[in-house]
């Protein structure tokens, strides 16, 4: 189920994605491992030391093939994933969702720990084959913690699933360059029904131990579903629906004969009529149904022993031991200490009043707010990218090593703009056929002011996302589950870390865009008051929702979805401020220790250039960095 696969974007397929321990004896080598036998003499201790290096480099190669040869296997179980990753091997084929074939990737995963740990010398590995092996362990073993949960995460929700994903994946992902990539597509539509009906009883199954999404959330839910089947071929309102638009897009891109070309579109419309429309009918009518026998309560304490399972989350998403009400508290001492900077900078511009008739000055001046019109959108799109190339020229000051891939910036498609965030970030196709992209949506622009476009653009674009994302992804000697996977509270901790790192490079000169880093970084302060809130101390949507609102100055529009979409992905959006937090303190340990061997661009190769970890990794990284540093001086 789509965010109870939490941090690893391998979940789907390498069965080894929920939370759980660490390698007992990770990061250790034996005393005197590679020291010599007393008396020997240098020359048999030359030797012996090169013998040890062969050695390790030797079982570390064996490893890391073992590691790819098992993604591969793994990839072969997952026909979107091979799509996603570029790839167009089983390229008219649908991912399998049964639960028997669920738990068949369960006990793959099992399996797979169990071999490594039987066939492989921890000991005799380098240092990254070590890393691998114990963050291909964390997964297998959060994989075992996760399994006693798998039918407690929502099936489809307003924000995903596979009512709004599985358009959204043939828009964007499935490429048609070809004949037969165009043929894929349509088998793709005429296997559509299987595969969301695999869906729709993964949901039953789930309603049937009363995990049901809250009652307001079917309304929107079918209002998506409808719009997936509204225009051509499904009415005659004159335009083509979204596949449909998408698909003849396609096909008259080919350089084919008109008649083909006839042909598949015709094929299209009777898949889409025939199998996608009757398919979406029933998703309605299963949203129907349970708004029907769904209640009010927004929290997954709702749930069977759903403390325990909103603990799991917060432990899987943030990749640290935290309670909720230490996670509660921390939030509000953030939210206090960044009201504090922000009356500071309205000092600066000389406004005159509490700090909530600021927010409200914010949320309402005109000044801060592109128009709410197709030109207004092109401006903030242009603008934008322009923010983005800028912060390139600086990206050196900052990076010893940067992403190959391209970034674009797009407007959120409008078929899924009301279900959709914010903004949000698309990896880049690992073998180029696809750039990183920068999703914004633009469906009210009262709810994308000037004043956080700064931020915002850092954080999914560079140095935030696309940076960390797309440098992981191109790294070398590397096994690919590491390359392609990933830990929230690494991943949106370093996003969040990206904001507030350009204002030590000159960015936010205007006091304004400064107040809008202030305000994101709020905005995720808050998080962790509001998720708690919701999930562990019962609040209800609205008393979210009138937090967020007296304490941020975000529109009520933005404070709604946002609130909405905590209610429905339960501990995800305490990883951000944890993520951030954590690394704003390892930097400043390794400040403190170095001196003035201290480099920022080190310090980042050392996040980055190994790819995500949970964070207590990431600290043994950066204290055997600044132990390593140390000793070289």
């Not at 407007?411 to 279900?419: D, G, I, L, Q, T």
Request: aromatic share 12%; hydrophobic share 40%; glycine share 6%.
């Amino acid at each position: 189920m789509t965010w109870l696969a939490g941090a690893s974007a391998l979940a789907l397929l390498a069965a080894c994605s929920q939370p759980a321990g660490d390698h007992s004896a990770a990061g250790q080598t034996p005393a005197g491992a590679d020291r010599p036998e007393s008396g020997s003499t240098n020359a048999e201790a030359a030797g012996e030391t090169s013998q040890t290096a062969d050695a390790a480099e030797t079982e570390s190669e064996r490893l890391n093939a073992w590691f790819d040869e098992v993604f591969e296997a793994n990839l072969a179980r997952s026909p979107m994933y091979q799509t996603y990753l570029g790839r167009k091997t089983d390229y008219e084929r649908w991912n399998d969702a049964s639960p028997e074939f669920e738990a068949e990737s369960y006990e793959i995963g099992q399996a797979n720990l169990a071999h490594m740990r039987e066939n492989f010398d921890f000991d005799a590995l380098d240092e990254s084959a070590q890393l691998s092996w114990r963050l291909f362990e964390y997964d297998a073993e959060r994989s075992e913690a996760g399994w006693r949960w798998r039918d407690h995460g929502y099936t489809f929700t307003p924000r995903s699933g596979p009512h709004m994903n599985t358009p959204t994946f043939l828009i964007n992902n499935h490429r048609v360059d070809t004949l037969s990539d165009a043929e894929a597509y349509v088998a793709r539509l005429e296997g559509m029904g299987d595969y969301l009906d695999q869906n729709i009883a993964n949901s039953r199954r789930s309603a049937e131990l009363g995990i049901l999404t809250p009652r307001w959330t079917y309304e929107p839910m079918i209002a998506t579903a409808r719009n997936v089947i509204t225009g051509a071929p499904f009415d005659d309102s004159g335009e083509d629906s979204p596949l449909m638009a998408d698909f003849r897009g396609k096909v008259e891109a080919l350089d084919i004969d008109q008649a083909e070309k006839d042909r598949l579109i015709a094929e299209a419309e009777a898949a889409l009529t025939s199998v996608v429309e009757p398919a979406y009918q029933r998703i309605i009518a299963l949203f129907e149904e349970q708004a029907e026998i769904a209640t009010d309560d927004d929290g997954v304490w709702k749930h069977p022993d759903g403390g325990e399972f909103y603990n799991y989350l917060l432990n899987n998403y943030t990749t640290m031991d935290l309670s909720a009400e230490e996670i509660h508290q921390l939030g509000l001492a953030e939210v206090e200490r960044i009201h504090g900077e922000m009356r500071a900078i309205m000092d600066e511009v000389g406004f005159e009043g509490s700090l909530q008739d600021f927010f409200e000055f914010m949320r309402t001046d005109e000044q801060f707010y592109y128009p709410n019109t197709d030109e207004g959108r092109a401006d903030y799109l242009a603008d934008a990218t322009a923010l983005i190339d800028t912060m390139r020229e600086t990206l050196p000051q900052m990076f010893n090593t940067f992403p190959e891939a391209e970034l674009e910036v797009r407007r959120v498609e409008p078929f899924r703009e009301n279900a959709a965030g914010k903004a949000f970030y698309q990896r880049p196709a690992p073998n180029g056929t696809r750039p990183g992209v920068y999703y914004a949506n633009l469906r009210d622009m009262a709810d994308m002011p000037t004043y956080q476009m700064e931020a915002l653009a850092y954080h999914e674009g560079i140095p935030g996302h696309h940076m960390q994302l797309a440098i992981m992804q191109e790294l070398d000697g590397v096994p690919a589950f590491r390359r392609f996977g990933g830990y929230t509270a690494y991943t949106e901790g370093w996003g969040l870390y990206t904001e507030y790192l350009p204002k030590e490079f000159g960015f936010y000169s205007d006091p304004y865009s400064d107040f809008g880093r202030l305000a994101m970084e709020l905005w995720r302060a808050c998080r962790l008051v509001v998720d708690t809130g919701l999930h562990y101390h019962q609040w209800t949507r609205q008393e979210a929702v009138d937090y967020l609102l007296e304490n941020t100055p975000n529109p009520e529009g933005d404070v709604r979805n946002a609130i909405d979409r905590y209610i429905v992905y339960p501990g995800q959006a305490n990883a951000y401020k944890v993520g951030m937090l954590e690394i704003l303190r390892l930097r400043g340990v390794a400040e403190e220790a170095l001196g003035e061997a201290y480099d920022i661009r080190d310090f980042h190769d050392v996040v980055l250039t190994q790819g995500a970890m949970p964070l207590a990794v990431l600290e043994e990284r950066v204290n055997n960095w600044i132990a390593e540093t140390r000793a070289a001086e």
